[in-house]
């Protein structure tokens, strides 16, 4: 404030007049970053001077969709989901009024464009349509649940599919300023997908330079610290697998990008919810299984492990795109809605992996139905490297099975991970399930309560425009990982999460030479700095994921606690 308050005339507009009263009355009544001063309090009431109206509940579902008119193919999928969860939105909001009334209480009203650029003509990817049809449905998800989320929490939403929408709706706002935080009638964020990004790189170039802090950017598989910073991709190519980098490169800062699951401690997690209903459990299921996997090209490879679950129980199927799977005694009931899908998971024991799709949404919908989920493990990894499905992805992560999450997450007796090429651990793996008795079981992240508590935080807390002070600093922990290990594995074994954020704090030449060892301490553009001896130079390489080669090289790193439940937030982020 010292600093930039004649920068603009806003600040004046708003009482800043260079005093450091005058720097406090605004932080605290104008942008809300500290408690109102008790003067003021007693002078002009407890009511902030903040030019921003205050995020108030909708509950009216008509208003949600007439937002969503560029294109009815593209939004039928996002729609029926949206008005099928949408009492259960409204109950979770209540719920969590009730249990953490100060998190939804003086929450400033934002503006928010929301563009799904993977959804646009110019993208051709034609999800809308596939969507009807059987085709992935994961992507469609979670965009329809973070619309439910911002708007329930009272924020103004402009959508679009289509870039001639999304421009209309930029058009909107008046010309970003200093003080952006402090107008209703400026733009906050913008939540968008790698295509969104890209076509801004390309057609909006000034527009994406000036806003870039606002972008909040959907990333399923997450983004590497390698593959964000062009440069450091171009000059380590070869090492980093050999392939271009289509959808890195964006120079983000690597938390801004947002995934489906949390895998990735560099990003955040937005995740999406996982639809429930209520389970009968007098019910008796029947020694069943049902297959994961809802077009016929996913089953390809499979014969023998099918063979084998066949001969303990009743193959069922849900593939869109054939009537007949060779032959096979299975149920196919081809292409069903969420309810019937759901229906079918109570009355089956087990839902079956075959190693593909990765990552989706299913998994979890079969645990939190009482199902069993038998969960292909890989030997080795699926990584860029040795998967021609990542080879262009912007990260390095190593997918350990089909479904990470529930193997690290939940585990027995809801998960069994197992090598599905080994016909001895498959039928053990089968006469478990069939045996066991699992309740239904979801993670309070994966509920609509939690997403909103999430969502909630995230979007009033995180700032990637100014200096920020959320996660609390006094969230940090420095651990001293151990050799050749990455940051994430080093704070995973204290029960903790590498906070990238953190970063700067520990990027410190007190705390790389602990010891007094060092003769000389070196500044490095590397992903793996700081470590032993080592400050980092260039702080978008900053890195939680990056794995040493040498075991020369111990990582110090930036941790923090998480919630049970809820590993975005910390114990002190609420």
Not at 6 to 34: R, T
Not at 430 to 457: C, D, I
Request: contains cysteine.
């Amino acid at each position: 404030m010292k600093e930039g308050w004649k920068s603009h005339s806003c600040y004046a507009e708003h009482g800043v007049d260079g005093s450091l009263c005058s720097f406090v009355i605004y932080l605290s009544e104008v942008e809300n970053h500290c408690p109102m001063l008790e003067w003021r309090k007693r002078s002009v009431g407890t009511k902030r001077t903040t030019a921003f109206p205050s995020a108030e509940v909708q509950r009216n579902l008509s208003g949600l969709l007439k937002l969503m008119y560029d294109s009815d193919v593209n939004y039928k999928f996002i729609k029926e989901r949206i008005s099928r969860l949408w009492p259960k939105w409204l109950q979770a909001f209540d719920y969590n009024l009730l249990r953490w009334p100060k998190s939804l209480q003086h929450r400033r009203r934002l503006n928010v464009v929301v563009h799904m650029g993977f959804l646009s003509k110019e993208a051709g990817f034609k999800f809308g349509e596939k969507s009807t049809g059987g085709g992935p449905l994961g992507e469609l998800v979670q965009w329809s649940d973070l619309l439910s989320t911002l708007y329930v929490l009272g924020h103004n939403l402009f959508i679009s599919t289509e870039t001639v929408t999304f421009k209309s709706n930029l058009a909107n706002f008046a010309e970003k300023t200093p003080c952006y935080t402090a107008s209703s009638q400026s733009l906050h964020l913008i939540f968008t997908d790698i295509v969104g990004v890209r076509y801004m790189r390309r057609e909006m170039k000034r527009f994406f330079l000036e806003n870039r802090c606002l972008l909040r950017v959907l990333d399923s598989f997450g983004t590497h610290a390698e593959f964000n910073l062009q440069s450091y991709f171009l000059s380590h190519k070869v090492e980093l697998g050999g392939r271009s980098n289509p959808w890195g490169g964006s120079g983000l800062e690597l938390q801004q990008f947002m995934t489906m699951y949390p895998h990735t401690d560099d990003n955040t997690f937005l995740g999406f919810v996982v639809e429930t209903h209520d389970v009968d459990e007098t019910l008796l299921r029947t020694n069943d299984t049902l297959v994961y996997g809802k077009e016929i090209y996913m089953w390809n490879g499979s014969d023998e492990l099918l063979d084998k679950v066949a001969q303990f129980s009743q193959l069922h199927a849900t593939v869109a795109d054939a009537t007949e799977l060779r032959g096979r005694s299975v149920i196919n009931h081809g292409l069903l809605s969420g309810f019937e899908l759901h229906s079918l998971l109570r009355k089956v024991k087990v839902f079956l992996g075959l190693g593909f799709p990765l990552e989706g949404p299913a998994p979890l919908e079969a645990v939190a139905n009482g199902a069993v989920f038998i969960n292909p493990a890989f030997h080795p990894p699926k990584s860029r490297k040795t998967y021609a499905f990542f080879e262009e992805k912007p990260t390095l992560r190593e997918l350990t099975s089909q479904n990470p999450y529930v193997e690290r997450f939940i585990g027995r007796p809801h998960v069994i991970t197992i090598d599905v090429t080994d016909m001895h651990k498959v039928e053990e793996a089968m006469k478990e399930a069939l045996s066991s008795k699992p309740t239904p079981y979801l993670p309070f992240e994966f509920t609509t309560s939690g997403m909103l508590q999430r969502v909630n935080v995230l979007v009033n807390k995180q700032n990637f425009c100014t200096t920020s002070n959320f996660p609390p600093r006094s969230a940090a922990h420095v651990v001293y990982a151990n050799r050749s290990q990455s940051c994430e594995k080093g704070c995973r074994e204290h029960g903790l999460i590498c906070e990238r954020s953190f970063f700067d704090v520990i990027n410190q030449e007190s705390i790389v030479n602990r010891n007094g060892n060092c003769d000389r301490i070196e500044l490095v553009a590397s992903p793996l700095a700081p470590y032993n001896c080592h400050r980092q130079a260039e702080r978008m390489l900053f890195s939680c994921a990056s794995v040493p080669q040498s075991d020369e090289i111990q990582r110090i790193c930036p941790c923090r606690d998480f919630i049970p439940g809820q590993i975005a937030l910390c114990s002190l982020c609420l």
